[in-house]
C-alpha cells in the first residue's frame, strides 16, 4: 500500500525489471515476433543456431530500419560438442567494377543504389546452416515469410524511423511505394504488408542462398541497381562467399576473448580489454560508477 500513497517510489518500483531464469534455453532479441520465432523453433527441436537464423529473418522483416537483407551477416558460434569457436565473415565487398576515379570528386556516398556492396546476411545464413543447423531452411524461414506476406503490426520505433527518414524513402520510387504507401509513414499499430520481400524470402526458403546470389533475384537486384546508377552487377553476387574462419582472441584475467577477424572491429575490443586488464574493475564500483567509467576511458 505505501507504494500507492508515495509516488517516488511508486515511479522507482516500476521502473526495476526481475531477471528472467530459464532451466534449457533463452532467446533474446529486439523485436516480440522476433523473440517468439526463436522460441517457437526451439520448442521444435531446433538448435541454438536454427533458431538465430530464424530470428535474423524474421527481424529483416519486422525491423527493415536496422536488418536487411541487402546487408551483410557476422556470427561467431562456440560450438560445445567439440569445444571450437567459429567465425563467420560475411561482408560484403564494393563492387568489381568501383574504382577511386568512380567516386571523384564527390567521395563515397552513403545512400543510393551506387553505395551498395554485396550483400552478405544470406550467404551468413546458408554457410552456418550448412555447419550447424538442424532444421529446413524453409522451416527457419516460414515465419519471416508469413510476416512478409500476411503483414504485422508496426512498431513505433519502425514508425518513427520511417517518419525521420521519410525525405531520403522519397527520393526513390520504389522506397516510397514501400514504405509511404499513403504518402505518409505508417502509424504504430498499422498493418505492415511486404508482398515485395516475399519475392525475395521465398526463393531462399525454397533453393538456399543460390536463389539469392544467381538467378531471377541476383538478375532483378543488379538491374536494379544499375538501372538507378548503381554498380552491383550479377557478377558480383555470384562471386560473393562466406568465411568461415578461427576468431581473433586474447586472455582478459584468465578467460579467452574471441573476436570477428578482420575486416571486421573486433579486434578493437581485444586491444581494449589488454589495455584495462591493469586496472581493478571490481563489483565496489558499482556504487562508484564514475570511477569505473573513467578507467575504462583512461583503458582506451
Known amino acids: 500500500m505505501s507504494l500507492l500513497h508515495n509516488p517516488a517510489r511508486h515511479t522507482e518500483a516500476l521502473s526495476l525489471r526481475d531477471p ?3 532451466r534449457e534455453a533463452m532467446v533474446v532479441a529486439d523485436h516480440p515476433l522476433a523473440v517468439a520465432t526463436g522460441i517457437r523453433i526451439l520448442q521444435e527441436g531446433g538448435n541454438a ?4 537464423i530464424a530470428i535474423s529473418a524474421v527481424l529483416t522483416v519486422v525491423q527493415p530500419q536496422l ?3 541487402g546487408g551483410d551477416g557476422f556470427l561467431q558460434v562456440y560450438w560445445a560438442r567439440d569445444g571450437t569457436v567459429t567465425a563467420i565473415n560475411s561482408g560484403g565487398k564494393a563492387p568489381k567494377s568501383a574504382t577511386v576515379e568512380t567516386f571523384l570528386p564527390q567521395g563515397l556516398p552513403t545512400r543510393g543504389p551506387k553505395a551498395a556492396t554485396v550483400p552478405g546476411l544470406v550467404d551468413a545464413w546458408a554457410t552456418a546452416h550448412w555447419l550447424w543447423c538442424s532444421q529446413p531452411l524453409s522451416t527457419l524461414l516460414a515465419s519471416a515469410l508469413r ?3 500476411e503483414g504485422f503490426p508496426v512498431s ?3 514508425a518513427s524511423a520511417i517518419e525521420l527518414n521519410a525525405p531520403m524513402l522519397s527520393q526513390f520510387a520504389s522506397s516510397k511505394r514501400l514504405f509511404m504507401r499513403y504518402d505518409r509513414a505508417p502509424r504504430p499499430g498499422e498493418i505492415f504488408v511486404q508482398s515485395s520481400l516475399v519475392e525475395t524470402l521465398e526463393p531462399i526458403a525454397e533453393d538456399g542462398r543460390d536463389a539469392f546470389y544467381t538467378g531471377r533475384v541476383a538478375k532483378a537486384i543488379a538491374e536494379f541497381c544499375q538501372s538507378e546508377g548503381g554498380l552491383l552487377s550479377e557478377e558480383d553476387l555470384a562471386n560473393h562467399k562466406a568465411e568461415a574462419r578461427d576468431p581473433v582472441r586474447t586472455n582478459y584475467k584468465g578467460y579467452t576473448v574471441c573476436e570477428q577477424p578482420l575486416n571486421s572491429q ?3 575490443l581485444l586491444q581494449i580489454l589488454n589495455m584495462i586488464e591493469g586496472f581493478e574493475i571490481q563489483d565496489s ?5 564514475s570511477a569505473a567509467i573513467h578507467s575504462l576511458i583512461e583503458g582506451r
Open 20 to 22: 528472467v531464469y530459464s
Open 285 to 289: 564500483m558499482r556504487e562508484q560508477p
Open 156 to 158: 513505433s520505433k519502425l
Open 49 to 52: 543456431i536454427d533458431a538465430s
Open 266 to 268: 573486433g579486434y578493437m
Open 147 to 149: 510476416y512478409a506476406r
Open 67 to 69: 536488418c536487411q537483407l
